[in-house]
């Protein structure tokens, strides 16, 4: 038995993987993102996932969708692709794929093109019809950063830890 395994994950399987686990970090009661930075040769750069930033308490700031904008999450939360840029301590991402749970919004779209990253992938676009993706997905495509819909394999991976 000198074969080697045909079963083996395959390079998207791997990054939006990781990803996804990432996105069990989140503490959001609601949505739970995670992103995967990846080079052009396929090394891992950085992770993120979808949380407030240090310092701000996950038991003291407020994780309600709804209510007065300050008594909401969203003034708070670091969304996971922001998070992965902002990890990232080599330099630069120039070149680099973003993996990520759901559609970059617009202020993470800034941030992705700023930083150099031209491919994304995504799993989910749930908030396609929202201002935020649409205006997202008219600065990605005026800056070239091509984005295509992640083709799940219906693999289920279980890892005992
Ligand atoms: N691409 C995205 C979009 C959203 N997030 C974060 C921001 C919130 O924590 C959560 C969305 O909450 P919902 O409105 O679905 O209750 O996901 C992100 O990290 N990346
Ligand atoms: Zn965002």
């Known amino acids: 038995m000198n074969h080697k395994r045909t079963d083996y994950l395959s390079w998207d399987e791997y990054f939006m993987g990781v990803a996804m686990m990432s996105g069990m970090r989140s503490k959001d009661p609601n949505s739970q993102v995670g992103a995967c930075i990846v080079s052009e040769d396929n090394k891992i750069l950085s992770m993120g996932y979808n949380g407030f930033p240090k310092g701000c308490s996950d038991d003291e700031f407020p994780w309600a969708r709804e209510g007065d904008s300050l008594h909401t999450k969203y003034f708070y939360v670091t969304h996971s692709e922001l998070n992965a840029i902002l990890n990232y301590r080599g330099g630069s991402l120039e070149g680099a794929k973003l993996y990520v749970s759901l559609f970059p919004c617009n202020e993470c779209a800034k941030a992705i093109i700023q930083a150099g990253i031209k491919t994304i992938v995504y799993d989910c676009d ?36």
């Not at 993706?133 to 984005?147: E, H, N, P, T």
Request: charged share 30%.
């Open 126 to 161: 749930k908030y396609a019809h929202t201002p935020a993706v649409i205006a997202s997905k008219r600065m990605l495509d005026a800056a070239g950063v091509r984005y295509y819909k992640y083709n799940r394999t219906g693999r289920k991976i279980t890892i005992e830890v």
